[in-house]
């Protein structure tokens, strides 16, 4: 949780590719969810570097959040950027357990490789119950065929693991499983 003009606000992690830029139209949409997610009484934590990281910082901005950049020392933070806080890390491990324990739910955006370790890396901390059920939401139409495959391929550590996440195809979808939540 984090406290800003003395309330209580939960935080949403997002993980999502760096390469999707603002000339792509999932930028403009993860502004407005993201926007709308901050004027929920949400706050944002992302990895703190542009793409997707910064379409949703830019919305948690905007909407009257606090969003925590959690960025690594290897890389430059990106100028201009819309971070009200700042943590940088040495490694990408540590990155991704701050970015994952510290958060009262997680938000996955389009991505790639490193998007995929870390849902990875939550989805199976939540299946064996090594962190409290909390939302994790997995928004953009990739990632349906991408679940849908690993349910059928995976040997899983839990039998309940599909249990563990949602997909959500609307910004209604992400916002009512926060509401719930929150």
Known sequence: ????????????????????????????????????????????MTGGHQGMMAAFSEGIYAGGGHIRGI????????????LSEEIRS???????????????AWLVLPGGLGTLAEVAMTWDLLAIRVLEPRP??????????????LSEQLVLSADSAFESIQICHNHEDVLQALKVHN
């Open 1 to 44: 949780m984090n406290k800003v003009n003395n309330i209580q606000r939960p935080r949403l992690t997002a993980f999502g590719s760096s390469r999707l830029g603002p000339e792509k139209p999932e930028y403009g949409d993860v502004f407005a969810l993201s926007k709308s997610i901050a004027e929920a009484g949400w706050d944002g």
């Open 71 to 82: 960025t690594l020392e290897r890389f430059p933070t990106p100028p201009n950027n819309t």
């Open 90 to 104: 040495r490694d990408f491990f540590t990155r991704m357990g701050t970015l994952i324990e510290e958060a009262q």
């Open 136 to 149: 994790l939401l997995l928004y953009g139409e990739m990632w349906e065929p991408v679940i849908e495959t």
